[in-house]
């Protein structure tokens, strides 16, 4: 059977025979952002578009001419391929010929994410399941962008314009907000605002969330908010999460603290220590990757941090997935693999994250510790990635 692709609000007059032709104009895109970060002196001295493209993920109409396949005057040109990629989240307008493109921005290191952080408690909105589904959080900035949303310029240059770390201001006023995606969830945090500003900014983003869950299908996600203890009447030590807000983001006023530790959103006390500068009245312990041995459990957020190559970790497992998540989960069957495979449509690092996922929380192999996995990975004859976590951690 033939599969047709007709977009009648973005397109009317076309319809798409092949859609393969949709898949390759914008893998071309893909391929020629690439093809400049391994080469940057690739029109350096040439087109400030390009420049643009390959720092700050800009795109334009001119720049989708360089790719002629597929064109016809009359049925498809590149201001129709605009159309479409701003019709689906793909992209946002900034100004009359230039257009963001989340999904092309350069990934910010965890370690360099805590220079944008603000003081103050910051919201954070979980994923249930675990993880931020693939492409969820720049079709999320999309749609802010579309919105009364600019990026945050200083001196000209964007202020904060990563991938995973976005900084943005609201027209017509001074609110400026810090977006980060932490992989199982999204922190939010606010410039010098009040709690009529807060409040009206969760509410923006939660919404926002759920019009990209709709328009990506992702039809199962299920969203609960987070918050950082006020830690002023709160003997515990270090910062914690807490399952009452405070004032800056919600109207209740009184502290009803509640040790959840990784009860909400996967978090240890060791991935909280960039909290220790926030006005908390205690401060935050950092736990050296150095001291971690074979008996400790893992975290998403570590494995993310050991690098094979180019790639984390976690990326580096690549389509051997199944064989670790027979073996991680015990899955004799491959049922549970299947299930995860079919859900996240075949996306390697998000099942394998999601493996790693269910395999930390209880799932499967017995203990969840660094030598457990260690183990596992050699039995699957993923001996680089073993032989990566021993030198990170072991």
């Not at 030598?371 to 039995?379: E, M, N, R």
């Amino acid at each position: 059977h033939n599969l047709f692709l007709y977009y009648p609000e973005v397109l009317p007059q076309t319809v798409f025979c092949d859609p393969q032709v949709v898949l390759t104009k914008v893998t071309e895109l893909v391929e020629y952002y690439h093809k400049i970060l391994c080469n940057p002196e690739e029109g350096m001295a040439v087109e400030s578009d390009l420049i643009n493209f390959r720092d700050h993920g800009m795109v334009s109409v001119e720049l989708l001419k360089k790719f002629p396949k597929h064109y016809k005057e009359g049925l498809f040109t590149p201001q129709d391929l605009m159309k479409l990629l701003v019709s689906h989240g793909a992209v946002a307008q900034m100004k009359d010929d230039e257009y963001l493109m989340p999904a092309l921005l350069p990934h910010l290191d965890p370690d360099q994410v805590a220079q944008f952080r603000e003081h103050g408690a910051p919201l954070m909105i979980r994923f249930i399941q675990g993880y931020i589904p693939g492409g969820l959080f720049c079709h999320f900035i999309a749609l802010l962008l579309s919105s009364a949303w600019k990026v945050c310029m200083e001196r000209g240059k964007p202020s904060c314009l990563y991938h995973n770390c976005i900084r943005l201001e609201q027209s017509g006023s001074s609110n400026i907000m810090t977006l980060i995606d932490m992989f199982s969830y999204i922190e939010v945090h606010v410039h010098e605002a009040s709690y009529r500003v807060c409040k009206e900014i969760r509410a923006l983003v939660t919404c926002s969330i759920k019009s990209a869950c709709s328009v990506l299908k992702y039809h199962n996600v299920k969203l609960e908010d987070a918050f950082l203890c006020g830690g002023v009447r709160c003997s515990s030590d270090p910062p914690h999460l807490a399952t009452v807000v405070t004032s800056r983001w919600s109207s209740q006023h009184k502290w009803k603290c509640t040790i959840v530790g990784d009860q909400i959103g996967n978090l240890r006390e060791d991935q909280l220590i960039w909290f220790q500068d926030c006005p908390l009245g205690a401060k935050g312990t950092s736990s050296s990757l150095s001291t971690f041995s074979q008996s400790a459990t893992p975290t998403i957020r570590q494995l993310i941090s050991i690098t094979v190559g180019h790639l984390t970790l976690i990326q580096s497992v690549g389509t051997r997935y199944p064989d670790l998540g027979i073996l991680l989960l015990e899955d004799d069957n491959g049922v549970l693999v299947d299930a995860l495979t079919s859900e996240h449509q075949r996306n390697a690092e998000v099942i394998t994250r999601a493996i790693l996922q269910r395999w930390i929380a209880g799932t499967g192999r017995k203990p969840t510790t660094w030598g457990t996995l260690v183990h596992v990975l050699g039995q699957c004859q993923l001996t680089v990635q073993a032989e990566a976590i021993q030198a990170c951690f072991l």
